[in-house]
């Protein structure tokens, strides 16, 4: 696990702009099978694509988007075990990935965002794919 004062600047990008933190597999678990409506789930991670272009491409689209989700929520890789554990499940059949993105819409995934859709692209780029994913799935 990464020390917490290490990755604290980290959650912080998402958590200043609305993300609750989803820290337990009973978190993730209530919240998906009984919420109605949208939850976009970020896991978050240190790498350099997750500083570089999925956080600042996350706040972008909601910055710059006029239909968001009803709850952002984001789970930490290497740190938030159980909880990153469970939302990959919930992912399946998509291989384990961080960062990654996944929309659920009552329940169910809808969209996932895998690293490989993130390494390479810029903020820019990430964040006005997810804004034509909010368009399409959060209306």
Do not use: W
Request: aromatic residues 8%; negative net charge; hydrophobic residues 40%.
């Amino acid at each position: 696990m990464y020390p917490e004062n290490l990755i604290a600047p980290m959650r912080s990008e998402l958590t200043d702009v609305g993300f609750q933190e989803f820290r337990t597999a009973e978190e993730v678990e209530n919240h998906i099978k009984d919420f109605k409506g949208t939850t976009l789930v970020v896991i978050n991670s240190v790498c350099g694509c997750a500083a570089g272009a999925a956080r600042p491409g996350v706040r972008y689209a909601l910055e710059n988007s006029s239909v968001k989700p009803d709850v952002l929520a984001t789970v930490f890789a290497g740190n938030d075990v159980e909880a990153v554990a469970k939302i990959r499940q919930l992912h399946l059949p998509y291989p384990p990935s961080s960062p990654a993105m996944g929309l659920f819409k009552d329940g169910e995934l809808v969209h996932f965002i895998e690293r490989h859709h993130i390494e390479g692209r810029n903020a820019k780029m990430i964040g006005d794919h997810l804004v034509e994913v909010f368009d399409h799935f959060c209306k």
